[in-house]
């Protein structure tokens, strides 16, 4: 049984693959309307989420199949104290496929191991968002024709930001792609990534906390949100939250065909005075991941033998 951990759990090629039908899906969707007839999605959340969730449920439908699920661990039996793996053991005679986000991280690998049908990782905690980063993919392939020779800035909460680390192992395996990476000292990449991922790759990279100096070199500027449900301490949330402000001042240092992506939700990091700006795609990015989650979902039910 092939599940979604990790956006690395797939090869290039395999991502290739998977963004080239997301791209012949995003073309023509009626001709996948019933691709998954019959077939049915669980989305078991047990942390809030609007856009990995219903863009989740939107792909489905759109594929001709049905969903159900819980949106929070209270509307859930977790509530009552069952573990995850018991939950998908039922769910496996419930559903063909299933989406899970989870506050602990490895809850839905675990749900992986006890599953009898596919497991998505709709997020686990600050560790990895496999969907996200398909989606983030999606948007700079579609929008940029390419990975290859981009300088992206990576600007915000870069210590806790699941998608930024995913971002940054799903692109260094790509030719000549360029990192700044933009935070305050108490959120920088974590080291990890630095040693195991960027470093051992000698991948082209640096770290800077002014975003300003680096907006004129950026094809693509990845904001994030400082995560307050990450920090153990509210001081330093406050202090840290308002650190990168992106607004039509900064947009003006930057260059014509730049892009700003954010996985969303923002709460104040870029300014609602740029969301006019055609270079500002991140509602854009939100629809590529209803197409992105169908070539996914798509993908999986055939190696399971269910489409
Ligand atoms: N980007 C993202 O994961 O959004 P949600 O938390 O709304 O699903």
Known sequence: MRHLMNVLDL????????????????????????VCYRKKLAT?????????????????????????????ADASSAAKGESVADTIRVISSYADIC??????EGAPYVASVHSKIPVINAGDGGHNHPTQTLTDLMTINKLKGSFSGLT??????????????????????????????I?????????????????????????????EDV????????????????????????????????????????????LVLHPLPRVNEISTEIDNDPRAVYFKQAQFGVYVRMALIMTLLKEAGSI
């Not at 210590?159 to 692109?171: C, D, Q, W, Y």
């Not at 935070?183 to 800077?208: C, G, M, Q």
């Open 11 to 34: 090869s290039v090629q395999e991502l290739d693959d998977l963004l080239e039908l997301a791209g012949k899906i995003y073309d023509n969707p009626d001709e996948y309307k019933d």
């Open 44 to 72: 078991c959340f047990y942390e809030p989420s609007t856009r990995t969730r219903l863009s989740f449920e939107s792909a489905m439908l759109n594929l001709g199949g049905q969903v159900l699920g819980f949106s929070s």
């Open 99 to 104: 989406a899970m986000r989870h506050p602990k």
């Open 152 to 181: 992206i800035g990576l600007c915000g909460d870069l210590k806790f930001g699941r998608t930024v680390h995913s971002l940054v192992e799903a692109m260094v395996r790509y030719p000549d792609v360029h990192f700044i990476m």
């Open 183 to 211: 935070s305050p000292d108490e959120l920088k990449i974590p080291d990890y990534l630095r040693k195991d991922i960027l470093d051992r790759n000698l991948i082209d990279y640096r770290e800077v906390g002014v975003l």
């Open 215 to 258: 907006m004129p070199e950026l094809d693509i500027l990845y904001m994030t949100r400082v995560q307050r449900e990450r920090f153990f301490n509210e001081e330093d949330y406050i202090r840290l939250k308002d650190s990168f402000i992106l607004d039509r001042k900064k947009m003006e240092l930057a260059r014509d065909d730049m």
